[in-house]
């Protein structure tokens, strides 16, 4: 195990509130950066850090910032993507619960670094009191000059407003999220126009994950050399690993990025459940094709994950027992981007739907020996083919489970066919 | 028109739609305030936010009938959202809400005929290490059995 502490996820019972953040240290990185750089130099540094995007596409963030036109007075703006409704994924909420002031502190920087003056924090609405706990500290922050006008003193003007989602996996695209944000349905846009040109307001947006904006401090407290240095060459700092499912310890565990799969769930979070093994690991939310006990050296990073042609998404690992049917497996799945499906494009509002009354079917004891294929058929169609990436998200797991679990998922079938 | 709201929410609402750069983007926050004064949002109370924000009362519909957790018809007292997706399943989801269904004498998307209790399997919570876990109203509670949901019931007021 290493002896690297945890940083954005401090204990405590009153860990939130202003008073013990400004005991870590929190706004003193914020007051010497805007007092002291040009958001140029800001900019650079996070690039310098490493640091990639926490909330599934790993897109480096100074980079991203880059692309928005500084020219010009005509308001920009940053979202921050607070939906965290991708299913074993639960890692914002613990850090807006027990340090919503680190948030803050790096949207001040973030905006800074942009020329960025209103920031739009979008939360599910399920987080009701974790929206409410961010609008006390925004107040809080307010009083004491850390936002709002000529914050530290500075000529910087930021506002931050929290803005509630109603229920909507989709809205978590970061397309869909700004058409929310403007009052209308969830749909994903077409892109190009990217946000960083077009965005909210058709104006240049900056959209960022909560975990990603909430690092930034830290390469500022400690600088990007040692941020840096706690992860991969490629991929700066720790990673907020979310263990759920079939294991003795479910939780969140602060490691460095690239630490494998197999330490997370025995060293950290207990190894499986008493009296089971180990049948699957989705290792990065509900998205991320599934592996298989014979893939857990991976280490957890983007490009590891990649080449297993599955993705280290939002680090959400969830561990299935072997004492669970995979045809059950299959049907949540499937039933979950069903539901979540926004409607707008053909291939995945059917394909979804389809996939999911097929996997029912199976689960029935009602499978034919060819629905493996018009599953794998139905997700191909899929892939690749709609506006958004949740065309990808709904048929990659699908056709991994269909892949490394077929035996089984043909056992099932074999054994509703006999029944019948 | 006959819908009216509280003057404090009315004055809310006010402040709410000047932070946005245009009103239309008020149009969520505006239907979650109706939604927790009222409780449901009536065709009145879309015209009402039609009017309200400059909207044709169609953008008010296409917006209510988008999002899961905006309702047009009244709901219980206790709106209990149990998770049903992977995390919560794997831990014993199903069991809870057979257990509250047959406890509530009503299914999963149902309102007890007192009006007390609206029961609802949902999706990810986003609280799956205190799986299984379920929300009243805004409060979560994980890991639940039933023997704790029972208690966690008759503790509400």
């Known amino acids: 195990m290493t002896g690297i502490p945890a940083t954005l996820i401090p204990t405590g019972e009153d860990s939130f509130r202003l008073e013990a953040y400004l005991g870590r240290g929190g706004y003193e990185a914020a007051r010497t950066v805007l007092l002291t750089k040009k958001p140029q130099e800001v900019m650079e540094e996070v690039k310098k850090a490493n640091l990639r995007g926490r909330g599934g596409a790993g897109f480096p963030a100074g980079s991203k910032w880059a692309f928005v036109p500084q020219a010009g007075d005509l308001p920009k703006y940053l979202c921050v993507n607070a939906d965290e409704g991708e299913p074993g994924t639960f890692k914002d909420r613990v850090i807006m619960t027990r340090d919503p002031h680190l948030l803050l502190e790096g949207i001040v920087l973030a905006s800074y670094a942009v020329g960025i003056h209103t920031a739009f924090i979008y939360i599910r609405a399920e987080y009701e009191s974790i929206a409410r706990r961010l609008e006390a500290a925004i107040d809080e922050a307010r009083e ?201 494009c053909t291939p995945c509002r059917i394909g979804t739907t389809w996939i999911s009354k097929i996997a029912d079917r199976i689960g029935a004891g009602g499978g034919a020996p060819d629905d493996l294929d018009l599953i794998r058929h139905l997700a191909q169609g899929m892939k690749g083919k709609t506006l958004c990436p949740m065309g990808d998200a709904a048929a990659l797991p699908v056709l991994s489970i269909v892949e490394k679990f077929g035996k089984e998922l043909g056992e099932t079938i074999s054994r509703g066919a006999e029944r019948r | 028109m006959t819908f009216s709201l509280s003057a404090g929410n009315a004055k809310r609402i006010e402040e709410l739609v000047r932070r946005y750069p245009t009103k239309e983007a008020a149009l969520l926050p505006v239907l979650h305030i109706l939604q927790r004064e009222k409780g449901y949002i009536s065709p009145e109370a879309e015209e009402w936010v039609a009017a309200t924000l400059d909207l044709p009362p169609l953008r008010v519909r296409e917006v209510l009938s988008f999002y899961t957790l905006l309702r047009r018809k009244p709901a219980g007292k206790y709106v209990i959202q149990v998770c049903r997706n992977i995390s919560c399943f794997l831990a014993g989801s199903e069991d809870i809400i057979r257990h509250l269904e047959s406890r509530l004498g009503i299914k999963a998307g149902e309102t007890t005929a007192d009006g007390k209790y609206t029961l609802l399997a949902v999706e990810c919570l986003g609280n799956c290490d205190h799986a299984p876990c379920l929300m009243i109203n805004d409060d979560d509670h994980g890991p639940v059995s039933e023997d704790t949901v029972d208690a966690i019931l008759k503790g509400l007021p």
Request: charge should be neutral.
């Open chain 1, 144 to 344: 004491k000059g850390f936002l709002g006008a000529g914050i530290f003193g500075s000529g910087f003007d930021l506002e931050v407003l929290v803005h509630r989602g109603a229920g909507s996996y989709i809205c978590g695209e970061e397309t869909a999220l700004l058409e929310s944000i403007e009052g209308k349905r969830g749909w994903p846009r077409l892109k190009p126009p990217f946000p960083a040109s077009v965005g909210l307001f058709r104006r240049p947006t900056v959209i960022n994950n909560v975990e990603t904006i909430a690092n930034v401090p830290l390469i500022f407290r400690y600088g990007a050399e040692w941020f840096a240095g706690r992860g991969l060459p490629r991929d700066g700092g720790t990673r907020l690993f979310g263990v759920s499912g079939a294991v003795q310890k479910p939780g969140l565990y602060e490691l460095p990025v690239g630490t494998p799969l197999r330490t997370i769930i025995y060293d950290w979070a207990g190894g499986p459940a008493a009296g089971q093994g180990i049948k699957a690991v989705v290792p990065g939310g509900l998205s991320a094709p599934f592996l298989t006990p014979g893939e857990l050296d991976i280490p957890m990073d983007y490009e590891s994950l990649a080449r297993a042609r599955s993705m280290l998404g939002s680090a959400g690992i969830i561990v299935i027992g072997d004492r669970t049917p995979i045809i059950d497996i299959l049907r949540i799945v499937a039933r979950f981007y069903a539901h979540e499906s926004c409607g707008q």
